[in-house]
């Protein structure tokens, strides 16, 4: 069992950034699969980045040019970097894992991957 825990979430405004850190109970290196995906109220959820343990990295065309993910496996925590935040970021974010190679390591995958922490709430406002 993956635990996993997100922080780093607040309220900007536009333009503004953030980053938001997930703390991961076992090692990054060995996990095949990391990524973010998020939720905004009344809307589906929506995959957002992922990163394979090889460091190779996918984005939703959303994102492109303005997120970036990334992971630090000396300290186990997978990182998402958001510039040039814009009001239809605001969402609930959160992070998932996968020790396994079943589902694949892109964005339409993600939100089949079996670890999934509890959300950090990013709110941009105009």
């Known amino acids: 069992q993956v635990q996993l825990v997100e922080s780093g979430g607040g309220s900007v405004q536009a333009g503004g950034s953030l980053r938001l850190s997930c703390a991961v109970s076992?090692?990054?290196?060995?996990?095949?699969?990391m990524g973010w995906f998020r939720q905004a109220p009344g809307k589906e959820r929506e995959g957002v980045a992922t990163?394979?343990?090889?460091?190779?990295?996918s984005y939703a065309d959303s994102v492109k040019g303005r997120f970036t993910i990334s992971k630090d496996n000396a300290r186990n925590t997978l990182y998402l970097q958001m510039n040039s935040l814009k009001p239809e970021d605001t969402a609930m974010y959160y992070c998932?894992?996968?020790?396994?190679?079943?589902?694949?390591?892109?964005?339409?995958?993600?939100?089949?991957?079996?670890?999934r922490g509890q959300g950090t709430q990013v709110t941009v406002s105009s």
């Open positions: 990163i394979r343990t090889d460091g190779a990295s």
């Open positions: 998932a894992a996968d020790k396994s190679t079943l589902y694949g390591c892109w964005i339409g995958s993600l939100l089949r991957l079996p670890y």
């Open positions: 076992e090692s990054t290196y060995r996990t095949y699969c």
